[in-house]
T-cell receptor
Framework: EAGVVQSPRYKIIEKKQPVAFWCNPI?????LYWYRQNLGQGPELLIR????????DSQLPKDRFSAERLKGVDSTLKIQPAELGDSAVYLC????????????FGPGTRLTVL | TQLLEQSPQFLSIQEGENLTVYCNSS?????LQWYRQEPGEGPVLLVT?????EVKKLKRLTFQFGDARKDSSLHITAAQPGDTGLYLC???????????FGTGTRLKVLA
């Protein structure tokens, strides 16, 4: 069974540029999460989807971050414009429906903003 | 405010030694999960503890949930280089709080 797929694995951009990350969850997993992980720290939840509905986006900086999960499968996280402080690893995870059931994580996208 | 504090932050030991990692909070958690994360990869779930006082074993790893469900520990017996990684505890505290990860313990086991 394929795991959570994320792309790209690495992204280097200049500040003020836009960037997008893509996630394909495990087949059959209705719940999808986006996390941000700063160097040496634990992941921080940005947004959680149940199917195509964002049920928890309170931690998402809405002035520059946006996310979508069309058709309740793949998801895209966008930053526009990027700032230096956005440099981090962006992790996607998925689980079966339910409050924080076992989450399976993708390898992440390492973003560097210059 | 960080609700899950882990200690130690860093740990470097020789192969064969034992070690314990702690995860502490002032809040009660209905359950806690432990993950291990290797460089360039996402965290991988090791165990979920649910009941106060619960002890779970996974080969050389022993996980314990505190009686008051405010803390947890991970003990590794006879550590091996393959145990190297970032160990994270995580959970969802009382209603109204978000699922959070601890501050992490970075373990390095030297051959």
């Amino acid at each position: 069974e394929a795991g959570v797929v994320q792309s790209p694995r690495y992204k280097i951009i200049e500040k003020k540029q836009p960037v997008a990350f893509w996630c394909n969850p495990i087949s059959g997993h209705n719940t999808l999460y986006w996390y941000r992980q700063n160097l040496g720290q634990g992941p921080e939840l940005l947004i959680r989807y149940e199917n195509e509905e964002a049920v928890d986006d309170s931690q998402l900086p809405k002035d520059r971050f946006s996310a979508e999960r069309l058709k309740g499968v793949d998801s895209t996280l966008k930053i526009q414009p990027a700032e230096l402080g956005d440099s981090a690893v962006y992790l996607c995870a998925s689980s079966t429906q339910g409050f924080y059931n076992e989450q399976f994580f993708g390898p992440g996208t390492r973003l560097t903003v210059l | 405010t960080q609700l899950l504090e882990q200690s130690p932050q860093f740990l470097s030991i020789q192969e064969g030694e034992n070690l314990t990692v702690y995860c502490n909070s002032s809040s009660v958690f209905s359950s806690l999960q432990w993950y291990r994360q290797e460089p360039g990869e996402g965290p991988v779930l090791l165990v979920t503890v649910v009941t106060g006082g619960e002890v779970k074993k996974l080969k050389r790893l022993t996980f314990q949930f505190g009686d008051a469900r405010k803390d947890s520990s991970l003990h590794i017996t006879a550590a091996q280089p393959g145990d190297t990684g970032l160990y994270l505890c995580a959970g969802a505290p009382p209603p109204g709080y978000k699922y959070i990860f601890g501050t992490g313990t970075r373990l390095k086991v030297l051959a």
